[in-house]
C-alpha cells in the first residue's frame, strides 16, 4: 500500500538530511577531518604536505589547525598527511591548494593531477602558490597562509581554478602570494618559471591571463597608485587594454605631472617584456594566437604585438 504523500515527502526528508549530516555515507561528518585547504612545499628534491582543517573542537570561533608529513614525491608526502589524522580525511569543502613557491610546470602538473586523483575536488578550486623562497613551518603558519591566500584572492579578484592549469598544453598561470598584492606564476612547459610581480608585472599578466578583471595596486616606483576595471581585446596585431572607472592618484610630490601616459609607458614596457619571454619559450599563455586563429583562420600567428591603453 503507497504512504501518504506528506508521510512519504517526510521520510525522504529524514532520508536526505542524514545523507548530508554523514558526508552521503559512510563515516559521520562530525568524525571526519574536514580539509579546507591543501598545501605542497618543496626543499631541494623532497617534499611536503601539509593539510589545513576545520578545528571542529573550537566552541568560539571557526578556526583551522594543520598537519603535515614529508615524502619524495607529493603523493608520498600527501599519503604521509593523511595518516597522521586522528580521523578520515574528508575533501568535500576543499576550496584551497598551494603549489610550491619555486613550482615548475612538471610539477604543478603532478600536484594537480595528483588532487583530482585523491581529493576530487571541484573543478574551480582555487589554486595559489606559496610566496617566494618561502620554506613554511607548517604547523605554526600553515592555517594563516590559507587565510592570507583567500584574502588575497578576495581583495584583488583573482582566480585560478585547478581546471585553468591543464587549459593549455605549453604552459599555465598561477597567482602567488606577495608581499602587496599578488605574484603571478607564468609556467611555460619547455623554459624556466617567469614570477611576474606589482601592478605592471603580475596583475596586467592575471588580466591578460583571464584570471583578473582589475589593476588594484601603485605605478611609477611606488609614487602614483590605480584602481581600474580592466578587460582585453584584440585586433590585428594590437592588444587593447580597456580600463574603466579609473582612479590614479599621485602618492608623493615626485610623482609624474602626466599620470595616464606614465601607467601607459609602464604597462606596454611590461608587456614587451613578458611577451618576449613567453613567445621565446615557445608559450602562448594570453592566448593571442588564439585571437588571431578565432579572426583570421588557422596559420595567422601574432607578430610582435603592441599593447595600447584605453582609458574609458
Request: glycine share 8%; net charge negative.
Amino acid at each position: 500500500m503507497a504512504l501518504p504523500q506528506n508521510k512519504a515527502l517526510y521520510l525522504m526528508g529524514c532520508l536526505l538530511m542524514s545523507m548530508v549530516l554523514s558526508g552521503c555515507g559512510g563515516t559521520p561528518l562530525s568524525e571526519r577531518e574536514i580539509v579546507r585547504g591543501v598545501l605542497f612545499a618543496q626543499q631541494g628534491g623532497a617534499f611536503s604536505a601539509c593539510l589545513v582543517v576545520a578545528d571542529q573542537e573550537a566552541e568560539d570561533t571557526p578556526r583551522n589547525r594543520a598537519v603535515a608529513a614529508a615524502g619524495e614525491t607529493p603523493a608520498q608526502a600527501l599519503q604521509r598527511a593523511e595518516d597522521a589524522l586522528p580521523g578520515q580525511a574528508y575533501y568535500g569543502l576543499l576550496d584551497l591548494a598551494a603549489l610550491p613557491a619555486q613550482t615548475d610546470w612538471q610539477t604543478a602538473q603532478q600536484i594537480g593531477t595528483l588532487l583530482y586523483d585523491v581529493a576530487q575536488p571541484a573543478p574551480e578550486l582555487s589554486v595559489f602558490a606559496l610566496a617566494e623562497a618561502d620554506n613554511p613551518d607548517w604547523e605554526e603558519e600553515a592555517p594563516a597562509l590559507y587565510e592570507a591566500m583567500k584574502a588575497a584572492e578576495s581583495a584583488y579578484e583573482v582566480h585560478c581554478g585547478l581546471q585553468q592549469m591543464f587549459a593549455q598544453n605549453e604552459v599555465c598561470a598561477v597567482p602567488a602570494l606577495a608581499q602587496s598584492g599578488y605574484d603571478l606564476l607564468l609556467l611555460p612547459r619547455d623554459g624556466a618559471p617567469l614570477r611576474c610581480r606589482g601592478l605592471a608585472g603580475a596583475q596586467l599578466a592575471a588580466v591578460l591571463c583571464g584570471q583578473a578583471q582589475r589593476l588594484q595596486g601603485t605605478f611609477a616606483g611606488g609614487q602614483a597608485a590605480c584602481e581600474a576595471d580592466a578587460h582585453v581585446t584584440v585586433e590585428g596585431q594590437t592588444v587593447q587594454l580597456h580600463l574603466r572607472a579609473c582612479a590614479l592618484q599621485a602618492l608623493t610630490g615626485q610623482a609624474p605631472d602626466d599620470l595616464e601616459s606614465a601607467l601607459q609607458r609602464e604597462l606596454q614596457a611590461s608587456f614587451a617584456a613578458l611577451y618576449g619571454q613567453t613567445h621565446r619559450a615557445g608559450a602562448d599563455p594570453f592566448h593571442l594566437d588564439f585571437w588571431q586563429a578565432c579572426t583570421y583562420g588557422p596559420g595567422h600567428p601574432m607578430q610582435d604585438p603592441q599593447l595600447t591603453v584605453l582609458f574609458e
